[in-house]
């Protein structure tokens, strides 16, 4: 839902901040609120994190994406615990863009989430976000994932718009290596049609 919804900000305080939503809406089960320019705890972020991962041990996997990572202290935390494991960081919040060389240098792979990144940024900075975070990426040699509303219209059509078309392109123009579908895929009855469009398309690169 990023970039849906919109808040005027009414107060803060050191235990709250006080909101009025400029527009009547629903909020789903568990989905959250962006606050642009917060700073995320890093110790509560890896009580999280590790409360997380220890349910999943059990689990086959190979990569552990981690979510508005801000620093490499927190990625290096986690490797100790999970050293066989790709560590794959989403660039998503201010702190984080500050931070970008040193996440990608210690990540093995970076995710660019525009619409968390975009929602706590916000619309002057955000291209320019996307681009520092892509040069970085390839002067590391990490791989580049471009994530959110890749093919949002292909929800409930069977073609991409033109602007998502061009969006697609500019995308693997700048060295994006993987293109992820959200809602596209996960919540739409048309998720296979979408998958070989999007084939066809990259066969054609």
């Given at each position: 839902s990023d970039g849906l919804y919109g808040f005027d900000?009414?107060?803060v305080s050191q235990n709250y901040i006080l909101g009025r939503s400029r527009n009547d809406f629903h909020l789903q089960p568990k989905k959250g609120l962006n606050i642009p320019e917060s700073i995320y705890d890093d110790a509560l972020q890896m009580k999280a994190y590790s409360k997380f991962l220890n349910l999943a041990r059990n689990i086959e996997f190979d990569a552990i994406g981690l979510s508005f990572i801000q620093n490499q202290r927190t990625i290096e935390n986690i490797r100790?615990?999970?050293p066989d494991k790709l560590m794959v960081s989403k660039i998503e919040n201010k702190l984080g863009l500050e931070n970008a060389v040193e996440i990608v240098n210690s990540s093995d792979i970076v995710m660019i989430d525009r619409g968390d990144l975009f929602a706590e940024i916000g619309i002057k900075d955000f291209y320019e976000a996307i681009l520092k975070i892509t040069e970085a990426s390839k002067s590391h040699g990490r791989p580049l994932i471009m994530a959110t509303e890749n093919l949002?219209?292909?929800?409930y059509r069977l073609?991409?718009?033109?602007?998502?078309?061009i969006a697609l392109q500019h995308s693997i123009n700048l060295g994006t290596n993987i293109l992820m579908l959200s809602d596209e895929t996960a919540t739409s009855d048309l998720y296979m049609n979408t998958i070989r469009w999007l084939d066809g398309f990259l066969q054609l690169q």
């Open positions: 900000l009414l107060e100790l615990k999970f949002e219209s292909m929800r073609q991409p718009s033109k602007s998502e078309i």
